[in-house]
């Protein structure tokens, strides 16, 4: 070998080097590839350097989303284009295009799912949870069962400041299944504290099949549901599902109320 060769066969070591040095490995591992490729279609420095830096920030994007995936525990793979609207008339196709625009996350608007069992709630608050994961923001699942007992095993090992923050951390939580049980224990307390502490900061999601005429009933204490309503429909979209339900009638005025204010909005 002469001695031009081995110093450029050294260069390229040390670059090879460099990008493992700086844990660019996708980069490194198609640094050859890539060299290549510049020598035979003659590509500048800049095609070349863009090429090979392209490779690490796709990598990177996709490591970030299998992380932001995992992190939100999403119960199912559902997507928002699974959702058949035609099989399910009750539901404001127009309100959730809307919804699936993620604007809602900008003013930290809360989106209510208010309906009987089965017919789709869990499933529209997946697909916006996802679609919110795709888009690069920090997204936890949970169910209201979930969150409560969560709090209450924290409360007991004096960490509950600390479980406070978890919930206030994400940037869409979603809680499902709100539901007519009473939470457990301190689990009414637990779940007010998580909405209020997010209130105006970041939005949440809340699936349940109690009314909101009913609400106070389901908490067993009229205050606390009436504090927790006020902060989660301040700025919401209520997306109720199943017409003919008498509960859901008594609220549907007030839901429209809202889904005008949040379409004025969002629009
Ligand atoms: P809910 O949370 O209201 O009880 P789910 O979201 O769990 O209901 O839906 C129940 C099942 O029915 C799920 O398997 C879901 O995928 C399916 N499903 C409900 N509504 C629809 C719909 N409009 N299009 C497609 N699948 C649906
Ligand atoms: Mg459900």
């Known amino acids: 070998m002469t001695k031009p060769q081995m110093s450029e066969a050294r260069r390229y070591q040390q670059l090879r ?9 996708n980069a490194a591992e198609a640094l050859p590839r890539i060299l290549d490729e510049a020598r035979a279609e003659r590509l500048s420095m800049t095609a070349a350097l863009e090429r090979l830096l392209e490779i690490e920030v796709n990598a990177t994007e996709e490591r970030r989303l299998a992380s932001r995936l995992r992190f939100a ?51 529209l608050a997946i697909g916006l949870a996802r679609s919110a994961v795709e ?23 004096g960490r509950w400041n600390t479980c406070m923050r978890f919930f206030a951390g994400p940037r869409l939580l979603v809680i499902d299944e709100l539901g007519y049980l009473p939470l ?24 349940t099949n109690v009314g909101i005429a009913d609400w106070a009933g389901a908490f067993g204490d009229a205050t606390v549901a009436a504090a927790m309503l006020d902060r989660l429909l301040h700025r919401a979209a209520v997306v109720g ?15 429209d ?3 005008q204010g949040v379409n004025a909005h969002v629009s």
């Not at 080097?17 to 490995?25: N, Q």
């Not at 699942?141 to 007991?156: D, I, R």
């Open 184 to 207: 457990p224990g301190d689990g009414a307390a637990a779940l007010f504290q998580v909405i209020n502490q997010r209130y105006l900061k970041s939005s949440t999601i809340l699936t």
């Open 135 to 157: 888009a690069g923001h920090r997204v936890y699942f949970t169910t209201a069962a979930e969150l409560a007992a969560k709090c209450h095993k924290a409360a007991l090992e």
């Open 241 to 255: 599902i199943d017409g003919p339900s008498y509960r859901l009638r008594t609220h549907q005025a007030h839901a």
């Open 73 to 123: 525990c999403l119960p199912e793979p559902w997507t928002l284009a699974d959702f058949d609207f035609a099989a399910q008339p009750g539901v404001d196709e127009k309100l959730l295009r809307d919804l699936a625009t993620l604007r809602f996350l900008d003013d930290a608007s809360n989106v209510l799912f208010v309906g009987p069992p089965g017919v789709g709630k869990t499933m």
């Open 257 to 259: 109320t809202i889904r």
């Open 17 to 25: 080097a460099h990008l493992s040095y700086l844990k660019l490995d």
